[in-house]
Nanobody
Framework: QVQVVESGGGEVQAGGSLRLSCIPYGSNVDLYAMGWFRQAPGKEREGVACIASSGTGAYYLDSVKGRFTISRDNARSTLYLQMHSLKPEDTALYYC????????????????WGQGTQVTVSS
C-alpha cells in the first residue's frame, strides 16, 4: 500500500488557475491508479478526476471537464491536477488518493489518502 502527500492548494480569484501535486510513496507506485477528490463543508466527498495505472485513461467529474486536467509523471512519481477557469463552487478540501490499478468513482473504494489541501476560489 502506498502513502500519498499532496500540495499546491491556495486561494485564487474566480477565473484563475492552480496546480495541485501529489507524490506517492511506497513500492510499485506506478501500478496504482491515482485520483483527486474534493469535499466542501456539509457535502459528501466527490471524485474529481482519476487516471489509471496504465496512464491511458482519464476520467473527470462533469462539472470540471474542459477546465481540469489530471496527469501523472511516472518518472518523477508525481500526480498533478491542473485547474483552470476556477469557480467559487470549486472551493473545497482536495485530496489525493491511490488504489490498485483501476479507477473507481466511489471514494469508499480507495485505500490511501493524503491529508488534503485547501482550494478557495473567491468571486
Amino acid at each position: 500500500q502506498v502513502q500519498v502527500v499532496e500540495s499546491g492548494g491556495g486561494e485564487v480569484q474566480a477565473g484563475g488557475s492552480l496546480r495541485l501535486s501529489c507524490i506517492p510513496y511506497g513500492s510499485n507506485v506506478d501500478l496504482y491508479a491515482m485520483g483527486w477528490f474534493r469535499q466542501a463543508p456539509g457535502k459528501e466527498r466527490e471524485g474529481v478526476a482519476c487516471i489509471a495505472s496504465s496512464g491511458t485513461g482519464a476520467y473527470y467529474l462533469d462539472s470540471v471537464k474542459g477546465r481540469f486536467t489530471i496527469s501523472r509523471d511516472n518518472a518523477r512519481s508525481t500526480l498533478y491536477l491542473q485547474m483552470h477557469s476556477l469557480k467559487p463552487e470549486d472551493t473545497a478540501l482536495y485530496y489525493c488518493a491511490a488504489r490498485w490499478q483501476f479507477c473507481s468513482g466511489s471514494w469508499r473504494q480507495w485505500n490511501s489518502w493524503g491529508q488534503g489541501t485547501q482550494v478557495t476560489v473567491s468571486s
